[in-house]
């Protein structure tokens, strides 16, 4: 159910690499997580709840089925990212852990390592010298860490937090179908669900465009129409099965 969710979060965790995780592309990175946590958890408890209310009409029946896709979707997302996360921070750990080793058995050949990388990224000789020499007499660990990775060896990928955003984010997005097909009156509870669950798709597609710099018109159609079909496929299963069963 939400394992379109998982790539996409894994995809963004791991693009952290290309900052520190203070940095403000790494929150933009974590936000842009979140936007698409909370659309993963609209558009599969919406799939759940009208395809029930397809079949049914008794809104106990159609809460429960609400309930529990929300909190299956939820764990199911956040154990997704923590363990994808936590992979993460064992690869970052292991090449932290490598040049420590590098710096306590051979410093020179790493400093030279580090002049390189400097040199690679535009400075000349002798200002990439220079600077890997400062470098190194200041914190050598970080420096080689964040340059030749892009990680801060102090503060790593934390996977708990990872997790507990995915949890957070899938949780607040499965609300809104969930409320909105329970609360509505029987006759416009379809059609009121449905459209809630557009608009708020709407605006995740416009968010994530926005974080992302692509398009924002052709995000929002996308989520859009994956979540329009989404619905209409799981009612007109819904109103299958409830037809059979009449």
Known sequence: MAQSGHDDHDHDSGAHNGGGPGSIGSRLNWLRAGVLGANDGIVSVAGIVIGVAGATADRSTILVSGVAGLVAGAFSMAGGEYTSVSTQRDTESSL?????????????????ELATSLRDRGLTEDTARNAARELSRRNPLRAHAVVEYGLDPDDLTNPWHAAISSFLAFTCGALLPLLAITLLPEGIRVIGCAVAVIAALALTGFTSARLGGAPKGRAMLRVMAVGALTMVATYVIGSAFGVATA
Request: no cysteine; charged share 65%; glycine share 0%.
């Open 96 to 112: 932290v852990e490598a040049e420590k080793r590098e710096l306590d058995e051979n410093p020179e050949e790493a400093e030279d």
